[in-house]
């Protein structure tokens, strides 16, 4: 369809949902089989679908909320439970800061509301998408709250009858990894990003066999992007891009 | 129902899971950021999306061994040069996803 300019607020804001949940659809396919998992998991452990919701609601962050349900199931305290949520999920201050540079001077309600949704996909989606520059912060805000609906409703769904759905069919499992993998090659915009993610993807696989959780993220991709910076200066590769 | 107890770890650990989300959104979407600053941010999407995926292809989560033999890597491959020749995410999604699916279907027997 061509795309005349269209100003009408109606039309606008139609135009602005479309677009986040079509930016949303692979995430929530990614989530799909992952939320069904994490309820049948969480039931098993013993936690009601309403807490499992909740937590769903609350926390929205899927590896921590594997990793709690399992300490939960072992007895832990509170605050080794909330120290673990801590430690594995603040790879997303890296996430926040990499998208801050898109959002100079918005909205300071909008963006607490946007840093909700910031998970590994939904920054990865909405990078890319704002690269393109016919983002806006509120399709990025469709985009995560629509892939948070998914989560919720999944793990739900999962913890009230998840048995009974073959979560693994049709290669449903890879959707979250191939999603990555296209997003990857967005990000590649020259040669020094090639040797940045070579490096940073090296890194962290040695390192995810020497430490155990997942800091190694965090670790291997400031250090490879400050190996990106260095590389630039000394090289003056990537400059004109 | 849900106990006390309960609500105190999840609101104890949405807090600490919003808060790395939205500090840097509100403070630094507040002042002009040093250039050497924006310039190593420019790096991290590329290298932390690679630090993500690679390990989830070559080594076992479980017992966070290499191996490069495992359907996931292999896949990645073929998903990878789809994903450079296409430009297609959508696309990217349903190749990843049915040749996935194959290889399941072919280890299971």
Redesign the interface.
């Known amino acids: 369809m061509k795309s005349k300019k269209d100003n009408s607020r109606p039309g606008h804001r139609r135009r602005t949902f479309s677009r986040g949940v079509a930016a949303a ?2 995430i929530c ?2 989530y799909l089989p992952i939320g069904l998992a994490f309820g049948v998991l969480a039931q098993k452990a013993g936690l ?1 679908p ?2 499992i919701g ?2 769903s609601i ?4 899927g590896s ?1 909320q594997f990793i ?1 349900v399992s300490m ?1 199931a072992a007895g832990a305290s ?1 605050l080794s ?3 673990t ?2 430690v594995v ?13 898109f ?4 909205d ?1 309600k909008k ?2 509301f ?3 949704g ?1 998970t ?1 996909e939904s ?2 989606v909405n ?2 998408k704002f690269r393109d520059s016919q983002w806006d912060l509120n399709s990025a805000l469709v985009t995560n709250y629509t892939a948070n609906f998914t989560w919720i409703i999944t793990t739900v769904i999962g913890a009230i009858g998840g048995q009974f759905i073959p979560a ?8 979250l ?12 915009r020259g040669f020094i ?1 090639v040797i ?10 040695f390192l ?2 020497l430490i155990p959780g997942n800091s ?2 965090v670790i ?3 250090a ?3 190996i ?2 260095v590389l ?1 200066k000394k090289t003056g590769w990537g400059e004109g891009r | ?2 106990s006390t ?14 808060l ?11 002042r002009s ?1 040093p250039s ?1 600053l ?22 076992d989560s479980a017992t ?3 191996d490069l033999g495992r359907p ?1 890597f292999i ?2 491959i073929p ?2 040069v789809f ?2 020749l296409t ?4 696309g ?2 349903i ?8 290889t ?1 279907k072919f280890l299971s027997f």
């Open positions: 659809w692979p396919l990614g009601s309403l807490q909740l937590m609350f926390v929205f962050a921590s709690a939960l509170l439970i909330v120290a949520t801590f999920n603040l790879r997303h201050f890296l996430m926040s800061s990499a998208l801050a540079v959002l100079k001077n918005t300071r963006l607490s946007f840093a909700y910031v590994d920054f990865a990078l890319s693994h069919a049709f290669g449903i499992d890879y959707a990894i191939a999603m990555f993998i296209c997003l990857l090659v967005f990000q590649i990003y940045t993610a070579v490096i940073a993807g090296i890194c962290a696989v995810s066999m190694y993220i291997a991709s400031m490879a992007a400050a990106g910076v630039k | 129902m849900v107890e309960y609500l105190a770890v999840i609101l104890g650990m949405g807090m600490v899971t919003f790395p989300r939205w500090l840097p959104l509100i403070y630094l979407t507040k950021l050497w924006v310039e190593w941010l420019d790096f991290i999407p590329a290298a932390i999306l690679s630090a993500i995926l690679l390990p989830a292809l070559v080594t966070r061994s290499l996931e896949v990645a998903t990878f994903a450079i430009k297609s995410l959508g990217t999604v190749v990843g996803m049915v040749l996935f699916g194959l399941q």
